[in-house]
């Protein structure tokens, strides 16, 4: 059984942050394209960060460029999400997500947001921003 555990949720003030970490079992881990993505209360879950392990490059989304960092620790079987200057609309709950790469990574680099793509998914860790 493929498994995802997130962790590293809480609750902190505006201008803070959190470091968010997913581990993935070997199986899931195999799997080199991951993103993080988010969901609010009373809206869809929208994506926030990809990674394509086998080429190296990292895809975010406009509202959390220069502040979020996706990363990876093959040696810990975990991927990472750095949050900097968080804001109070970054509130919600956060889930990783594994999926094989596509055949090119360029079809990645125009998808890695899209749900569908996925399918391996965690039961999410929450994240609460207050000012």
């Known amino acids: 059984q493929v498994q995802l555990v997130e962790s590293g949720g809480g609750s902190v003030q505006a201008g803070g942050s959190l470091r968010l970490s997913c581990a993935v079992s070997s199986y899931a881990y195999s799997s080199e394209c991951m993103g993080w993505f988010r969901q609010a209360p009373g809206k869809e879950r929208e994506g926030v960060a990809g990674?394509?392990?086998?080429?190296?490059?990292?895809y975010y989304a406009d509202s959390v460029k220069g502040r979020f960092t996706i990363s990876q620790d093959n040696a810990k079987k975990t991927v990472n999400l750095q949050m900097n200057s968080l804001k109070p609309e970054d509130t919600a709950m956060y889930y990783c997500a594994a999926t094989r790469c596509p055949d090119t990574w360029y079809e990645y680099s125009g998808s890695w947001y899209r749900l569908g793509g996925y399918n391996y998914w965690g039961q999410g860790t929450q994240v609460t921003v207050s000012s």
């Open positions: 990674i394509h392990r086998g080429v190296g490059s990292t």
